[in-house]
Structure formats: structure tokens, C-alpha cells
């Protein structure tokens, strides 16, 4: 379920929205189901873009940081969580190993950091902190912007197993998405629990995988709703290998970028939607806003090139995707929605928001803000002869719905490309 | 875990709640090492007493009411919790049955079923109510004082299952505390789950019974702290069947009342206590707040018998009971803290709180409020080179502690008198 958040979306309650809240119960249930077969990872953040006619994910990150922009309201739903997601992997364990990433002199990032070690701390574990940054060589006290400090340490491998001295932890809990390499020191850890899994990381995710796999959860899932997965699913092509100095080196792109405009302009002509249809092409790998372009027309391919080569340096894999409009503001600025889970429950969320921005470019990057969502106050009265539980409509609900939609779609990836996973033919 | 909700305790920290503050992480895993082993009630809510030098438990309702006390903000809270227990008992269910007490007709009641009702649709159930209630022969719609309403329809019994017209539950939640008696439509289901179990009910249950397995527990977990366990437990003594109206009938209340105002004054001395002890008489079986009886000293024995025979009339079965004082004011009033939990979870809680009772008087009954226990707004910045998670104390963690200790001495309890267990000697 899904806490009760203020959304910046006050207007009427749309079709789509109207029948995700309609069908609460039968949503649930099937989540229930579905995680009955699959594992959840242990957390994720889903951006979403939020277009009124449709809404869909845009980034689905499985090592989390910004958990400083949740209110303190949502740290018991987040521990709650944190729980439910230690009983499964280690009940009987007293130590929490985190393994931020080195970005340990961001004192942003490391106020996210310590939001995660209140997190585990009030779950009941003893929570230290390794780096396996090899400039970190003895206990390295980092100074928070509140005026308290967290200490980091180097971590300590043994043959089978990760620690830090005098600290053997049961689980290893990454927030470094990797995206710089795989450190050989997390390698072959298989006495301890090591999560995310290594394959989670940028060294071997691809956007396009996920995505995928999104496409067949937005399939089962509208079958569910009796709708067209379209609405939640952004359609998207991939070119493999690109090599932007090439003279032909784009012809790839330019062929999927036209091709998928004609697809949106033919939805939004079968949904009578006004709207100028783009795509955006993004680095395939790395999870990063940068290089994210957004193109509306072929005519502007010409010139694609020298954006393409000027923007997305050293980008070699690319993913086309149709762009999702956000139509959401919080002061007058775009805002995005972004999600947080920790295993199966959504414990929270923020806006991304951004002034400079148009709706139909990325939101992250420089001069982009947080807006924490806080809980809804007065739940307004249900009117006589509503149906329970729905009757104060909880506008967040159907991000967490889209948002879980993703990570369940991150659980079957992570399943599809478990380099561990037996094969059965 | 336990949310951060704000207390009425705002003096220092005593050195009780500072050694439960400082042992989080080690009671978050004891716990989760006691439900590895043991059920937790479905659901349990917990009266607790507050003397500053000691915290105890007084009442332990396993079909709790008053959930309508509980803040809107903590809604989120209890559906997580209650999606927890349900894919534990029922993953594929689509269905609840929840089966009201036959106080129908009184709004406060029927609102704390709607908030229940709230709380399992948005869990992912339908949700629908049946009553035992002879006079209930079709659908009857009951108006709550917000506009709203709600339907009680007539329970229907197929040989293996209970249900409503057209509505098959998987799971039946019974919000009825039985003191009147087990209805016969309840009994020998085995194909559903009937939750909580029927010996649950105050036809069987008797609180020396609870309190022997908290007696129990509270040896255990103080064991943990390497604390006395009277810190926590209040001693009690029994008498079995009392007759009020024969003139020897209380001689054994009498010395019990007694021996333990001399157990309790050793131990006030001991620890240096300079207050007058109490113990309460109460009916060991039935759970409300009637009949509850404060004694001070011998001296007031000679008018027991009349006090008890005009105030706990029908009154058979006695529990004598340590009394703990409440030193906790709500606007001056006494108050007493109440922890509700669903599944293992700690989801909220209020004050119960009455005007004009003193500190060693039961504040059930008329004349009583409840006041909401709001989520604590600003956490206090922590305070430089503290541990994480301590710094800001959360004062509700250590009611959040003594609530589950009674939830756990309540899964021991219905262990130790489940009539279906087998018997291994």
C-alpha cells in the first residue's frame, strides 16, 4: 500500500487515475501474487513522468540515495519495511555492513547516507560504514552538515568474507551503483549476503533490459485493468553500439527516432491528443541525466549528430524512447514524481523539480531541486455512500502503483540476467 | 520498530528508558528472534501504566476497538503492517470477512470499524461486515456520524464455511471480544482462518493467565538488559472462584492483598521509592475497566467485601494485581499511554486519559477521552559524536517495547491454551 502523500496534482481525477483507484483491492492483490513468485529488490527509487492521458517510468535506480529528501513523518514506514526486509534475508543477524559510494565528501549524499543508517539502526541492527576506496586507509570521520559525523572504514576482506575490523556483518548493503567498475574486493562474496546483487550495478545493467522487462509487467498488469498498457509503458528501440564519429555512425537513430514518432503520433491520434509527440535518446548504460537529448521531429535529425557528439561524449550504446510529458508543477516549476521502496512497500517520495526546464526535458542535473511530499492532513470526508478506503482519493496512490510496476519490472530483470541463475531448457 | 510519536513524557530520561534506548538494535533483534518462533496476535492493543521508576502493562486486548483514535498519518503505518500479516496467512485472498461486535449501533464503535475497514481495502482486500447477530436477518445499513456508511450483513454458515450472500472469505477477523460468548456460527471452521482464535476470547481467556506468560517474557528481556524484571512486570496473585456474599468468601483475597503490599513495599525500598503501594482487585476473566478495585493498606480490608460485592458484582474468578501508578498528564489530566500493533507491528497509539481519576484509579470507563498521539514534527537535531538513531529519542520507543512484550506474552498465552495443540510429553 501506499502512504497517503500532498501531490502537487489538485485537478480532477482523470480515466486512467480514476480506474487504478477504482481497482485498489484487485492492484494489491495481484502485486501479493506477483511477489509471491518474485523478489523484490531490496530498495529502489522510480522517477516518473506524470502526462494526465499517461504516466509511465523513467528511471528505475536500485541503489538509491536522497533518502534525506523523505520527510522524517515516513522513517517509521521505512523502517517497518527495513524490517520486513531483514526477517527474510537475515533474521538472527546484528550487523548491517553499508558500502556507500565514494562520494563521501558530498555532504548531501552523505545526509542520505545517515538517513539510511537511522533506517537500519532503528530495525535493530548495528550499522558501520566500509569504502572500498583504496584512499581510505583507517577510520575516517566525515563531518555532516547537521554537525554530527558518520565514520567510514576500510573495508576488510578475508578469503570467504567482507567486514571491517572487529565487525562481521550478515549483510553487505551497497549504495554505490557501480557505475564506476565493480571493486574485486565485492566479488565472490558467497558466505554473506551481498545486496543489490553485483549484476544491479551500471557495469551490467542496461536501460533498455529493464525497460523490457517493464513491458511485460505494463502487459499483465493492463490486462489486469482491462486497458491499453500503452498508457503506462513508454514505447522505446535500441541501436546496440553507436559510434557517434562515424559519418553513418547515427543512421541507426535516426531510422528509430523517426520510426517511434510515427507510432506516438498514431496513439495520440487514437486517443485524440493534441500534443507534439517526442522521443528522447539517452546513454544505454550509466545512469546519469546527462546526454539525455529530446527530439520532436525529423527534421531535426541533421543537426543530431553534432548534439549527439557534443552531449553524450563517450556514450557508445543507446536507448530511443518515446518522451512522457510532465505535466505536474509545484511553484510554477516542472516537477516529477519520484518514488521510494524498501522491499515490497512504498515508504515515501519527493518531486524532483526543476524552473529552467520544459515539459519535455529531463529534469535532473544542475539547478534541479527536491520538494518533500508530505502526508495529506485533513483526509476529506467521505461522502455518504462512497465505497471505503476510497472515498478521500489518494492521489499518490497511483504513483506508488507505477512506481512498484517498476521494480517488480527490476525483479524480473534482475532475475533474466542473474549471471548465477541455473538454466533450465 | 516504533514510530516517533510525541508523548506527554517530556522530563529527563530516566535510567529505565535510557537503558532501553540504548539497546535498540539488541531488542529489535530479540524480538525477531522471539518471532521466528512465536505467532504474533493478528492484532493486540496494550494499556500501559507509567510510574517513571517502572512501566508495565495493565490490559491487553486482543480484539482492540478504537482505532479511530489513531492518527490519519498513521493509516500508511497499519495497512503495511496489515499487508504483512495477510500474505503471511492468506497471499491469494481476495476476500475479508470482519465480524463487529453487536455494538452496531453505537457510532465511536462503527468508526473505528470503518477505519478498520480502511485499513484492510487499502491492504488489497474487499472488505465486507457479518454479524452474529440473530436480529441482523438481511443487509442493514449503519449511518456513522461522518455521512458515511456502513452495511452489516447476515453471516451464513455452509457446513466448512462462514461467509455473507455471494462473499466466500478466505480470512475472518473478528473484532468481538466474546465476553458474551462464543456464537456458535464461529466454531469448527477449519477451512478459513478464523483470526483471531476463538480462545482468544474472553470466554477463555483470563488475565492471570496473560500475565503468567508475560511474567515470563519480562524475566527474559530483562535477562537481555541485565535488569530486574519488576522494572516492567507487575506481580500478581489469584484466587480462583471467589464468593462474594459468604462471610469467609474473601479471606483469600484478603491475604493475597497482603503478602503482595508487603512484596511491593520490600521492593519500593529496595530501589528507595518513597510512595505508598497499591494493588488492584480485579475479575480475572471479562476485560473491562468495571470492578476494578484499588487497595492501599490492610487497614481498608474490613469494607472489602462490601466494596467488591457492590462493584464487581457476578464477579467469580479475582486477579490481585500490583498497581502501578500513571505519573504521565495530558493537560493535567492522568493519562495513560495505549500501543496498538498489527501482525508485529507497532502502527500508533493515543492516551486514554481521565479528568478526574488519581494516579493508582483504572482510567477506563465513563469520563474518559483519548487523545491522539501526533508523529513528532521536528526530530532534534542530533547532537555532535552521538549515535545514530539515538539522538533525537523517540520517548514513544520505549512504550512501543513494553506494548510488544505484551503482544508476545499474548502469542505465548494462546500457545499455552490452544485447545487443537498437540501435546508432545
Request: hydrophobic share 40%; glycine share 8%; aromatic share 8%.
Amino acid at each position: 500500500m501506499v502512504p497517503h502523500l500532498t501531490t502537487a496534482l489538485t485537478g480532477p481525477i482523470n480515466e486512467l487515475e480514476q480506474r487504478v483507484l477504482e481497482s485498489m483491492p484487485a492492484i494489491e492483490r495481484w502485486f501479493r501474487l506477483e511477489w509471491m513468485e518474485h523478489t523484490p529488490p531490496f530498495y529502489t527509487s522510480v522517477d516518473l513522468r506524470n502526462a494526465g492521458f499517461k504516466l509511465a517510468p523513467v528511471s528505475t535506480d536500485l541503489f538509491p540515495g536522497s533518502f534525506n529528501h523523505l520527510t522524517p513523518q515516513m522513517l517509521p514506514l521505512a523502517v517497518q519495511a527495513a524490517m520486513a526486509a531483514i526477517e527474510k534475508i537475515c533474521p538472527e543477524a546484528r550487523n548491517l555492513l553499508l558500502v556507500p559510494d565514494n562520494a563521501t565528501d558530498d555532504p548531501f549524499y552523505m545526509t542520505s547516507v545517515q538517513r539510511l543508517v537511522q533506517v537500519f539502526t532503528q530495525a535493530g541492527l548495528n550499522v558501520r560504514l566500509g569504502s572500498a576506496d583504496p584512499a581510505v586507509t583507517g577510520p575516517r570521520a566525515l563531518a555532516l552538515p547537521d554537525g554530527s559525523e558518520l565514520t567510514v572504514e576500510p573495508l576488510l576482506r578475508t578469503r570467504g568474507r567482507l567486514g571491517l575490523k572487529d565487525f562481521d556483518p550478515c549483510t553487505i548493503l551497497v549504495n554505490d551503483d557501480l557505475v564506476a567498475g565493480t571493486p574485486a574486493v565485492l566479488e565472490n562474496l558467497h558466505e554473506q549476503y551481498l545486496l543489490p546483487p553485483l549484476h544491479a550495478g551500471w557495469t551490467v545493467r542496461r536501460k533498455s533490459r529493464h525497460f523490457q522487462s517493464y513491458e511485460d509487467v505494463a502487459k499483465k498488469f493492463a490486462k489486469l485493468l482491462g486497458m491499453d498498457p500503452w498508457l503506462i509503458n513508454p514505447m522505446y528501440a535500441t541501436c546496440g553500439e553507436v559510434d557517434f564519429s562515424s559519418p553513418g555512425g547515427l543512421d541507426c537513430v535516426q531510422a528509430n527516432v523517426d520510426a517511434l514518432l510515427t507510432k506516438v503520433r498514431r496513439k495520440y491520434k487514437e486517443y485524440g491528443i493534441n500534443e507534439r509527440p517526442f522521443v528522447v535518446v539517452k546513454s544505454d548504460d550509466g545512469h546519469h541525466g546527462a546526454g539525455i537529448i529530446t527530439v520532436r521531429d525529423a527534421r531535426e535529425l541533421p543537426d543530431l549528430q553534432q548534439r549527439c557528439a557534443d552531449k553524450a561524449a563517450g556514450v557508445t550504446e543507446v536507448i530511443i524512447q518515446e518522451g512522457v510529458a510532465t505535466y505536474e508543477r509545484v511553484h510554477e516549476a516542472m516537477a516529477e514524481p519520484v518514488v521510494y521502496m524498501i522491499d515490497r512497500y512504498v515508504v515515501g517520495g519527493f518531486y524532483r523539480v526543476h524552473a529552467e526546464r520544459g515539459v519535455d526535458e529531463s529534469l535532473s542535473g544542475p539547478g534541479g531541486r527536491f520538494v518533500p511530499l508530505a502526508f495529506a492532513d485533513g483526509h476529506q470526508l467521505p461522502r455518504p455512500g462512497d465505497k471505503p478506503g476510497v472515498s478521500a482519493p489518494n492521489r499518490f496512490y497511483m504513483y506508488g502503483v507505477i512506481g512498484r510496476l517498476a521494480m517488480l519490472a527490476a525483479s524480473y530483470e534482475m532475475e533474466a540476467t542473474d549471471p548465477d541463475a541455473e538454466t533450465y531448457d
